[in-house]
């Protein structure tokens, strides 16, 4: 049994540019939930993915956006970045659709905007 | 919406006591209150959960306790060891569901 694994582990973009960042899902579970850490805090919700389509979102802006596959693996894009983007952003994946009991997050991808 | 409080900050203590970590919600509606531990250059990794219909669990060295009627909820270590120094966090299900809501963290430091 796999875990949630998360590409890449580092990234720098300059603002205005775009990212995109992947998720594995750990082996059968069928949802994907997003979370956008900054230094010295908790984890914020940025939206979940089940059955390929946003089953919830929180506090962000239409730049954030994403995907779920058939194989359960996801997407999360943001566009025209800033700089208040730099932080580390991580991948959840449960079993379970609208619930949130069990999430399992990855390392996360450490996004740095200059 | 959802707001979870946690305290304190940071706390530290000697190997072997035992670390108490508080965290207060404020919606009624939530059921469900996990606990992460993060370690440096990691992701949050769920150690004990618990749900609105029980009051306590034990899983080894840790043990949550929840008061609904109150809105707080604690994580309790004992025998407190150096490799359990990291953040932990509590959450609670908030947006209709579909998110957890973290609290700020505590950074616990065990000194042997």
């Known amino acids: 049994e796999t875990g949630v694994t998360q590409s890449p582990t580092h990234l720098i973009k300059t603002r205005g540019q775009q990212v995109t960042l992947r998720c594995s899902s750990q082996s059968g579970h069928n949802t994907v939930s997003w979370y956008q850490q900054a230094l010295g805090q908790g984890p914020q919700f940025i939206f979940q993915y089940y059955r390929e389509e946003e089953n919830g979102r929180g506090n962000f802006p239409p730049r954030f956006s994403g995907l779920q596959f058939p194989n359960y693996s996801s997407e999360l894009n943001v566009n025209a970045l800033e700089l208040d983007d730099s932080a580390l952003y991580l991948c959840?994946?449960?079993?379970?659709?609208?619930?949130?009991?069990?999430?399992?997050f990855g390392s996360g991808t450490q996004l740095s905007v200059l | 919406g959802e707001n979870v409080e946690q305290h304190p900050s940071t706390l530290s203590v000697q190997e072997g006591d035992s670390a108490v970590i508080k965290c207060t919600y404020s919606?009624?509606?939530?059921?469900?209150f996990p606990w992460y531990k993060q370690e440096l250059g990691k992701g949050p990794q769920l150690i004990i959960d618990?749900?609105?219909?029980?009051g306590e669990k034990k899983d080894q060295r840790i043990a949550v306790t929840l008061n609904k009627t109150a809105k707080h909820f604690s994580l309790h270590i004992t025998e407190t060891q150096p490799e359990d120094s990291a953040v932990y966090f509590c959450?609670?299900?908030?947006?209709?569901?579909?998110?957890?809501?973290f609290g700020k963290g505590t950074t616990l430091s065990v000194s042997s």
């Open positions: 959450a609670a299900v908030g947006w209709a569901g579909t998110a957890l809501i």
């Open positions: 959840a994946s449960s079993l379970g659709g609208t619930t949130n009991e069990k999430l399992f």
């Open positions: 618990i749900r609105s219909n029980v």
């Open positions: 919606d009624s509606a939530s059921n469900y």
